[in-house]
């Protein structure tokens, strides 16, 4: 059976083959604490402990995954996204730092004390919203109520549930696969979200949902061009869904203009829509945003300077 020292060693040899130096290590130790409860102070100060006999084994298995270059974290079958624990398999993608900041600006825009949330005249947001689908006139403000389309594991969502406490939160997506874990997440970080299986492509919206009935719609939709496939990881190419990364290379706005489109429904005037988007369409994103009908659209940079994430308002 292996050390502590050979069990670190022989997982990090394995993941330098897939991930640069500090993402190797980083995948080292979450790899040796979520599967072998091995930290690596461990590792310094109980080099020649003994490992358990099962280890070698699954340290086994753990290599042969990572030579196939499945992601770190569907071999775990977790990850972390802004804070909390995520179950994710290979029917969602991984979560990305770059979402973390859509999530971020969407919390700073609609909590505080002077939330910049746009309402249309007459409406006082200290006051319930006085329209046919809200039932909370005598419980205070009404929620804000938000729309996360295209869910996949739900870390939006959830997200946003579990930060904005005075919400709503539905979130939909095509997979029948991503919703079970979608709800799972939910579960788990112990938020109320309503989950709907639903083609935003679609000409139709879900019955349930009446005009005006959302504050906010963010989506984080397919938005990698099929041109741009020999530029991805073999990691990320192989084993996550082309259902929610890819888009034609003579169509790539082709998901934000439904939404888009399905937005002027959904939102109530005022409302605001919020995209993660390819940094190469910040221009055209604007362009179509204007088109269908928004206003005050901005463009934000993301931790990596890309121009990442918009937003703009109904009227």
């Not at 004390?113 to 746009?118: A, G, I, S, W």
């Not at 397919?222 to 996550?240: A, F």
């Not at 934000?256 to 409302?271: C, D, E, M, S, V």
């Amino acid at each position: 059976m292996p050390t502590r020292r050979e069990l670190w060693d022989t997982l990090h040899a394995a993941a330098a083959s897939l991930y640069d130096g500090h993402e190797a290590r980083a995948a080292t130790a979450l790899l040796c604490d979520e599967l072998f409860k091995m930290r690596f102070t461990d590792v310094v100060v109980e080099p020649d402990a003994a490992c358990p006999e099962s280890t070698e084994i699954r340290m086994r298995e753990i290599i042969r995954d990572i030579e196939e270059g499945r992601p770190i974290q569907y071999i775990i079958g977790r990850t972390e996204f802004y804070g909390r624990p995520f179950t994710v398999r290979e029917g969602v993608l991984i979560p990305r730092p770059e979402t973390e900041e859509l999530v971020a600006w969407i919390i700073a825009e609609h909590t505080g004390p002077n939330p910049t949330k746009r309402y249309p005249a007459g409406r006082n947001p200290t006051q319930p919203h006085r329209t046919a689908h809200v039932l909370h006139e005598s419980s205070g403000p009404a929620p804000l109520r938000l729309l996360d389309i295209g869910t996949g594991s739900g870390c939006i969502a959830v997200s946003l549930a579990a930060e904005l406490r005075h919400s709503e939160v539905t979130a939909l997506d095509v997979s029948a696969e991503a919703l079970a874990i979608a709800a799972e997440n939910a579960t788990f970080n112990h938020t109320a979200v309503a989950f709907l299986l639903h083609d935003i492509l679609g000409p139709n919206l879900p019955p349930e949902f009446a005009p005006g009935t959302f504050d906010v719609v963010v989506s984080n939709p397919p938005y990698v061009t099929d041109g741009e496939r020999n530029l991805m990881r073999p990691n990320v190419l192989n084993h996550e869904p082309a259902l929610a990364l890819f888009v034609p290379d003579n169509d790539p706005l082709k998901f934000y203009r439904a939404i888009a489109k399905h937005g002027q429904t959904l939102l109530r005037p005022g409302g605001a829509l919020y995209f993660e988007i390819n940094e190469q369409f910040g221009s055209e994103m604007l362009q179509m945003l204007h088109t269908e009908g928004y206003t005050g659209a901005e463009l934000r940079r993301d931790i990596f300077d890309k121009e990442r994430m918009v937003r703009a308002w109904r009227n």
